[in-house]
């Protein structure tokens, strides 16, 4: 009993401490506020004390002159490690460049540039400069002749004879100096200042070469500088690589347009040829037509060695790509006069030439570079068969197209031998007449 009446004594004893504990803490918590009363907001926090003033305005101006003078020791930091960056650069480029020299390699590029010379009787357009170089000639006429260079580039992927465009077929839409000639650009020179130009190229090359090409029907500007680019790539010419383009319609529906017009371009294709012979201090001047380009490039030469006997025999070759003159006319009254201007007339002709066949029933009359009724043989003429080296629809271009002919040209310009000579050519008797052959690939 002793124990247990301890034991609820000390419950009893807790129970009244804890009671007390209890009340001190309900007195010592403020009471509630009446209900519906709103609670009032916290009191802002006191603001941050501002910072201490300086204790003079010059201790503040030494410090912003301090910022300054940072700022502009850390730009001149920047500007010194670009102009080494670039230094560096630039030394890495003429050592690669030297490099490239000294190993007899040129700098690795996927095309090359060809600059080509031209003469044209076309007008040019007047704003000139604002146009791709390819729209700034049109196809009307001109009164006087323009005179300038072109640049055109070739993909070190070319193949010989092959004028590389866009195909459609291989959803090619844009022009690709990896994969296309293209002409690049085109400018304008006075006369004189493109003769003196043409006369550096020309003393520049072994032996003073140039040529003067002057193309068929069907032709727009760009093509004929595209052209004439891809002829001195393909020939490896060494000199001046030269073109006339006269106001050519480019269309296939302009064949009885552009008859006129190289009838009318006479004169102008005869003055260049001149100024060529004069102007131009080439010792090897050639000259190449083709097509319809024949029939102006032909009749001017003969205009010229008439009325000027000292330039007879001043054109080292005269080439006649499927010529489109009549036959009649070729042998009576131009080639005589042709050999009197030059020591070296050159022929090439072919059976397959669609674009020679629909001129015959056009002008009711066998073309001089058609085959199919018979070789043109005129003394002091060499005729070169063709027929089958030219795969293509039309099988008119081939002497810019064929590998074998133009390998032959090629062999003309190196060392100026005639036919009878050249190599692979095979020579065929008819009457008392020969002619050569080229054959086609086996």
């Given amino acids: 009993m002793g124990k247990q009446m301890r034991r609820i004594l000390c419950l009893v004893l807790a129970a009244l401490v804890l009671a007390g504990c209890s009340k001190r803490v309900v007195h010592e918590l403020p009471p509630p506020p009446p209900e519906g009363t709103p609670v009032p907001p916290p009191p802002p926090p006191p603001p941050p004390p501002p910072p201490p003033p300086p204790s003079s305005a010059a201790e503040a101006a030494a410090r912003a002159e301090a910022q300054r003078r940072a700022a502009a020791a850390e730009a001149e930091a920047r500007a010194r490690q670009q102009r080494d960056e670039t230094a560096r650069q630039a030394a890495e480029r003429a050592a690669r460049a030297r490099e490239a ?3 007899g390699k040129a700098p690795q590029q996927d095309f090359v540039n060809v600059d080509v010379f031209y003469a044209t009787n076309r007008t040019p357009v007047a704003t000139f400069a604002s146009l791709p170089p390819g729209d700034r000639f049109t196809a009307a006429s001109a009164r006087q002749l323009t005179y300038g260079t072109a640049r055109i580039s070739i993909p070190k992927s ?3 004879g092959e004028l590389e465009s866009p195909r459609w077929y291989l959803l090619e839409f844009k022009e690709d100096p990896k994969q296309h000639i293209i002409l690049q650009d085109v400018a304008r020179l006075e006369k004189s200042p493109f003769f003196a130009r043409l006369y550096d190229r020309v003393g520049a090359s072994h032996g003073s070469n140039a040529f003067v090409f002057v193309h068929g029907y069907n032709v727009s500007f760009r093509d004929a500088a595209r052209r004439t680019a891809q002829l001195a790539y393909d020939l490896r010419f060494d000199g001046a690589p030269v073109f006339y383009s006269w106001p050519s319609q480019a269309a296939l529906s302009g064949y009885f347009t552009d008859e006129q017009t190289i009838a009318r371009s006479v004169p102008m294709i005869e003055g260049f040829l001149a100024d060529m012979a004069d102007r131009s201090g080439a010792q090897n001047l050639y000259i190449i037509g083709h097509s319809m380009g024949t029939r102006g490039l032909t009749q001017a030469i003969r205009n010229l060695v008439t009325k000027r006997p000292e330039l007879r025999g001043r054109f080292r070759g005269i080439i006649l790509a499927a010529p489109d003159i009549d036959a009649k006319v070729f042998r009576t009254e131009l080639a005589p006069v ?3 201007a030059s020591g070296r007339v050159t022929l090439y002709a072919s059976s397959e030439d669609l674009a020679l066949k629909a001129s015959k029933q056009v002008n ?10 018979g070789v043109v043989l005129v003394s002091g003429v060499d005729t070169i068969d063709v027929s089958g080296v030219d795969e293509s629809v039309l099988a008119h271009s081939y002497f810019m197209e ?3 002919v133009m390998g032959d040209i090629r062999e003309m310009f190196r060392a100026n031998q005639p036919a009878a000579q050249r190599k692979p050519l095979q020579s065929v ?4 007449g020969m002619f050569w052959k080229i054959l086609p690939p086996p």
């Fill in 158 to 160: 070319h193949v010989a």
């Fill in 402 to 404: 064929s590998d074998k």
């Fill in 364 to 373: 009711r009359g066998p073309r001089a570079g058609d085959t199919s009724e």
């Fill in 338 to 340: 042709l050999q009197r």
């Fill in 429 to 432: 008797k008819l009457g008392t």
């Fill in 101 to 103: 020299a000294q190993s």
